[in-house]
């Protein structure tokens, strides 16, 4: 599936942050609160993900932080286990 919103809806949902593990996927919404983007942990605080081209961030409770840029890219809505 290539659409977010699509692949959300697959697996279990990780209710904390603290509880993700490298291999979950992390759904970020926009303002509309439409899932539009994905990326997968690394490690708790890290994801890769696609955004322009594939980077490698910093992730929290919040969603998507770009060190670079000094800010939040994409806020997080939820966290999925696919087994």
Not at 8 to 22: F, H, R, T, Y
Not at 51 to 76: C, M, P, W
């Amino acid at each position: 599936m290539r659409d977010a919103a699509l692949q959300a809806e697959q697996g279990n949902i990780v209710n904390l942050v603290d509880e993700a593990m490298p291999g979950d996927l992390a759904f970020f919404d926009n303002e509309e609160g439409n899932i539009i983007h994905v990326g997968i942990l690394t490690a708790r605080d890290t994801i890769i993900h696609a955004s322009g081209k594939v980077r490698i961030d910093a992730f929290d409770q919040v969603g998507i932080y770009n060190q670079e840029t000094k800010r939040y890219t994409h806020k997080l809505r939820l966290i999925k286990r696919i087994f």
